[in-house]
């Protein structure tokens, strides 16, 4: 599996460029702002190194998911290691060496595109995962529709766009 650090370092600023796109005061950030019961003068109270800091770790936590099923690459190299008796060589002719052949030379490069990594992004990591999280916590918060909306908007997004960068960047 190839791992692209430079690619996952881009791809985990992405959720503070488009928060910063979001959450402005003319897109989404008003109306957040009235559904989270924030002002202008609690946010003023933050520490906003700390708040920018954690937001680039927490990106680069969702890179290393997103280099995981952006591509498929993972999957491939989880069944190698098994296959293979931790080698990941196959044996040569073997049934598995034909298919790996194959899915080198006709599949994988499929998987590496903009496309591909976005749909993965938006579909696994945003709405079978990342929706059910935040509808649950917006239940238990006593949060409306418009929150649970823009929330999740703001990370289907982000997870389409670093899937997007993740798999294409190779």
């Not at 992405?14 to 109306?31: A, D, M, N, S, T």
């Not at 609690?42 to 680039?56: I, L, Q, R």
């Not at 060496?97 to 006709?106: C, F, G, I, K, Q």
């Not at 079978?128 to 929150?147: C, D, M, Q, S």
Request: net charge positive; hydrophobic share 50%; no cysteine.
């Amino acid at each position: 599996m190839n791992v692209n650090y430079l690619a996952m370092i881009v791809a985990a600023l992405i959720p503070l460029i488009i928060g910063f796109l979001w959450y402005h005061p003319k897109v989404f950030g008003r109306v957040w702002m009235i559904q989270t019961g924030m002002t202008n003068e609690s946010g003023k109270s933050m520490n906003m190194p700390v708040v920018f800091g954690m937001t680039f770790v927490a990106g680069l936590i969702l890179s290393v998911a997103m280099n995981l099923i952006s591509t498929h690459d993972a999957f491939i190299g989880g069944a190698l290691f098994y296959a293979t008796n931790k080698t990941m060589i196959p044996e040569p002719g073997s049934e598995l060496a034909n298919w790996l052949e194959y899915y080198n030379n006709n599949l994988a490069a499929s998987n590496h595109t903009f496309a591909h990594g976005s749909f993965h992004g938006a579909f696994i990591g945003g709405i079978l995962i990342t929706l059910p999280i935040i509808i649950v916590g917006a239940f238990f918060e006593r949060r409306n529709y418009k929150y649970i909306a823009i929330t999740s908007g703001y990370w289907i997004i982000s997870l389409a766009i670093m899937g997007g960068i993740i798999a294409s960047w190779r």
